[in-house]
């Protein structure tokens, strides 16, 4: 009942600033690669199009995030929510790739800012290049994911 009441009070919060939930769980990235200077073009025209696809039904997506975080978790329902926050100075994209099943997903999170999504559970492999530095790990998602995602 806490938690219901805490993640009200803060997506009610976040409403009023035209984002969703802020929540902890900080992964630092790896050091820059060479490489990344040469993918940076094609990463932030990535970025601009899957940010334009994301926009189609925003509110729907919200409403649905912020009902898998407000209720328990249903071990029979197939998807549920994830929040990612970009605290880097640059926008990243967030790419999730099935392990237990087939889904991919590219997630755009804008710099200094947050970006919520409906998800299939399972086990993925998530993926992302911040300000140059490549962020990689393993997570079996059966609940809400909340991710926050940061590069010094």
Known sequence: MVKNIYFLLVFMFFIKCNVLPKNSSVHRANPPSPAAATSAA????????????????????NAEVLTYLLNDPDPAESHTAAVIENTSKCNTVLKLTGISNKEIYNLPVPANSKNQFVIQKGSYTLKSDICGANYYSQKNIAEPLILKLSAN
Not at 42 to 60: A, R, Y
Request: proline share 0%.
């Open 42 to 61: 094609g990463e932030n025209s990535t970025f601009s199009d899957l940010m334009e696809k994301d926009l189609v039904n925003k509110k729907h997506t």
